[in-house]
């Protein structure tokens, strides 16, 4: 799997690694294919495979004939035939395997669109394709100016210029006929290129563009995926999953591809299951079939004039019941089979280090001892505290009015034991003296 900044360049240059075209890990082009038989010897006799896989911008791959037997691996830059003129793409495959992919794309040897392998492309070869490159930018955004100015009703989506740079294919999405014989002229006039349009789907899109699904990873069809299959919503009715449109559809707008992937497993196993639309009988009333989970043998029923309460039940319970009808027998009730329905405990996560807690080796703080500021206030209960007191006034007078407003009358208390002060002498009673 290749990393975003990789595999969704333009010029197909990984950003990540910062590498002038290859990967360090080889991970890093779309489509990319492992080559398990490089290292094995072929059996004496026997002539190597002179048809090699080419691999082309975002993906795109063909099969060229190496007619001129030039010692070619996985990585080379080559130039190979194209139409017209020449085309350079990076060798993906050589050897046996290559055989195996014709026979699966249905590509015979002798076919006219396997085509030849010119040389090995030459610093000058590169350089012109690497400013071909350059130029798809502002290509496509001078094209879709023309697009809008002329009304059509198309998107372009992207645009490949071809390695000598003389050709640009135009990869638009429509959802009708469109006459672009107009816009072709204007193309032509505007780049000085010869054009070809070609018309993709919403997952060839996709595909092309590369992006990054809800599962958090590169899209599928960008990486891996060749082989783009119908998917139908009957695929997550059998898995149980609710039709909402936002969560079942992709990046391209179409159901995910993803949905077919565990689609024959969940078909195998509800081949025990009885069809949801058959109804359950019994004294109380008949029951309907309400859900089910495959994996776990759970179906839940309710009695149709009473939808309030669902009852879990069993296939094997479930199963009998229908026997029992099929020989016109009725069960008595639901509540009876629910009953009888005896859940597995379940095992929860144990604590295998202990109940120790990981700040038992941590110092702990001291508290700080505070001074005690209030030592010398007297100490009064709460339910004699008045709030609505100054907090300026002092204290004698607080302890009078607190006194007035209980309706005691103040109390004075004498010291014995306090000495008295002598008077302070005045000025004229030393005169006097």
């Not at 400013?131 to 009703?153: C, H, V």
């Not at 497993?265 to 058959?278: G, I, S």
């Not at 008045?386 to 607190?402: G, R």
Request: aromatic fraction near 6%; include cysteine.
């Amino acid at each position: 799997m290749s990393c975003n900044s990789c595999s969704s360049d333009i010029n197909t240059i990984p950003k990540g690694c910062k590498s002038n075209g290859n990967c360090g890990t080889g991970d890093c082009d779309k489509l990319s294919v492992f080559d398990w038989l490089s290292n094995m010897a072929l059996p004496t006799g026997q002539e190597p495979m002179r048809i090699v896989e080419v691999r082309f911008k975002n993906g795109r791959k063909h099969f060229y004939k190496n007619v001129d037997k030039l010692q070619l691996s996985m990585g080379d830059v080559v130039a190979v035939e194209g139409n017209p003129g020449h085309d350079v793409g990076t060798v993906s495959l050589t050897g046996e395997l290559v055989k195996i992919q014709m026979k699966k794309k249905g590509i015979d040897a002798d076919s006219e669109d396997v085509k030849k392998i010119y040389r090995k492309a030459t610093q000058k070869d590169i350089d012109i394709w690497q400013a071909a490159r350059d130029k798809e930018y502002d290509t496509q955004y001078r094209g879709r100016e023309i697009l809008s100015r002329l009304g059509l009703k198309m998107k372009l989506s992207d645009v490949e210029y071809q390695g000598d740079g003389n050709k640009a294919t135009f990869y638009y999405t429509a959802d009708e006929r469109v006459d672009f014989r107009q816009l072709i002229r204007d193309l032509a006039s505007a780049f000085s290129i010869r054009v070809e349009m070609k018309q993709v789907g919403l997952r060839q899109e996709a595909a092309r563009l590369g992006g990054v699904g809800s599962c958090g990873r590169e899209l599928c069809c960008s990486t891996w995926l060749t082989d783009l299959r119908k998917v139908n919503t009957t695929a997550a009715r059998y898995q149980q999953l609710s039709l909402n449109p936002q969560k079942l559809a992709g990046q391209c707008g179409k159901l995910k591809c993803c949905l077919n992937y565990e689609l024959d497993t969940y078909l195998d196993a509800l081949t025990d299951f009885p069809k949801q639309d058959v109804v359950l009988k019994t004294e109380k009333g008949d029951a309907v079939f309400i859900k089910m989970d495959i994996f776990k043998n759970l179906l839940w029923y309710t009695y149709k004039e009473n939808r309030s309460k669902w009852y879990k039940l069993t296939l094997d319970q479930v199963q009998e019941i229908i026997t029992l009808n099929n020989n016109k027998e009725k069960i008595s009730s639901l509540e009876d089979y629910e009953v009888d329905l005896i859940e597995d405990p379940k095992t929860d996560f144990e604590n295998v280090v202990g109940q120790d807690s990981l700040t038992r080796f941590d110092i702990p703080k001291r508290k700080k001892k505070r001074k005690n500021k209030n030592k010398n206030r007297i100490n009064k209960p709460k339910n004699q505290q008045n709030t609505n007191l100054p907090k300026n006034q002092p204290k004698k007078n607080i302890i009078k009015a607190k006194e007035a407003v209980d309706g005691n009358q103040p109390k004075t208390k004498v010291n014995r034991n306090k000495k008295r002060r002598p008077p302070k002498k005045s000025a004229n009673n030393t005169k006097n003296s």
